[in-house]
C-alpha cells in the first residue's frame, strides 16, 4: 500500500553528536517531503521541508537529503543539543486516491548530556 | 498573524454528552484539517476542508461531525463518542496550491478525555 517508513523508531545520541532519522515513501508522484518535530504535550512543528526538484536542503544544524530514485530521504541534525530532545516526523504526500499527507511512525530522539 | 488557536485546551466528556472543537486561523489559508492523534502514534488524518467545502473524510464514524462555517474557522461536532477516541485532536491549515503542497501549521490541539 502507499505509505512511509520511518526508522529509526528511537535514537539517543551524545550531546554533540549528530543524529540521522531515515524515512522511505512508495507513492512515486510525492514531490514534497516535509519534517516535524513534536516536542512532549506541544503541537508538531515544521522544521525543514524539500520539494522534488532538490537533493539537498539545509538551515543551519538541520539538512534533509532526498534520493528521488531510490524513494527516500533523511532527516540530518549535527552538534545536537539538549532541546533537540523529541519526536521527528517525516511525511510525504500521497496522490493516488486523495490528496493527502502520509505520516512517518515517529522517531523519539533523546540527547544525552 | 500565524498561528492557529484551538479550544479548549483540554475537554472531559460522558459518552452521552454532545460537544465541540473549534480551531480559528487569520493567515488566510483555505485548507484546513482535523488529526487525531493518540500516544506515541503520529497525527491521523480525519477530515479535509478545501475553500469551506469538505474535500476528504477518512472513513470516520458519524459520531464526529465538521463544520466549517467560513475560511476562518473549523469545528468537529463531537456526539455519543467511545472511551478509545479520547487522543489529541489538532487542527491544521495550509494554503492550498494546485498539484504543490505547502506547510501545515498546527494548532495546540485539545486533549479530549471520554469517560
Known amino acids: 500500500g502507499e505509505n512511509v517508513e520511518q526508522h529509526p523508531s528511537t535514537l539517543s545520541v551524545q550531546e554533540g553528536d549528530s543524529a540521522v532519522i531515515k524515512c522511505t515513501y512508495s507513492?512515486?508522484?510525492?514531490?514534497?517531503f516535509p519534517w516535524y518535530k513534536q516536542e512532549l504535550g506541544k503541537r508538531p512543528q515544521l522544521i525543514i521541508d524539500?520539494?522534488?526538484?532538490?537533493g539537498e536542503k539545509k538551515d543551519q544544524r538541520i539538512a534533509v537529503t532526498l534520493n528521488k530514485t531510490a524513494k527516500h530521504f533523511s532527516l540530518h541534525i549535527t552538534e545536537t543539543q539538549p532541546e533537540d530532545s523529541a519526536v521527528y516526523f517525516c511525511?510525504?504526500?500521497?496522490?493516488?486516491?486523495?490528496?493527502?499527507?502520509?505520516f512517518g511512525s515517529g522517531t523519539r530522539l533523546s540527547i544525552r548530556p | 498573524d500565524t498561528e492557529v488557536t484551538q479550544t479548549p485546551k483540554h475537554l472531559v466528556m460522558g459518552m452521552t454528552n454532545k460537544k465541540s472543537l473549534k480551531c480559528e486561523q487569520h493567515?488566510?489559508?483555505?485548507?484546513m484539517y482535523w488529526y487525531k492523534q493518540k500516544a506515541k502514534k503520529p497525527p491521523e488524518l480525519m477530515f479535509v476542508?478545501?475553500?469551506?467545502?469538505?474535500?476528504i473524510n477518512e472513513s470516520v464514524p458519524s459520531r464526529f461531525s465538521p463544520e466549517c462555517p467560513n475560511s476562518s474557522l473549523l469545528n468537529l461536532h463531537l456526539h455519543a463518542l467511545q472511551p478509545e477516541d479520547s487522543a489529541l485532536y489538532l487542527c491544521?491549515?495550509?494554503?492550498?496550491?494546485?498539484?504543490?503542497?505547502?506547510?501545515?501549521?498546527f494548532g495546540p490541539g485539545t486533549r479530549l478525555t471520554v469517560l
Open positions: 491544521a491549515s495550509s494554503q492550498p496550491d494546485r498539484g504543490i503542497y505547502n506547510e501545515q501549521f
Open positions: 507513492d512515486s508522484a510525492s514531490n514534497y
Open positions: 524539500i520539494r522534488s526538484n532538490v
Open positions: 511525511a510525504a504526500p500521497r496522490y493516488s486516491s486523495a490528496s493527502k499527507i502520509i
Open positions: 476542508y478545501s475553500y469551506e467545502k469538505l474535500s
Open positions: 493567515m488566510g489559508h483555505r485548507a
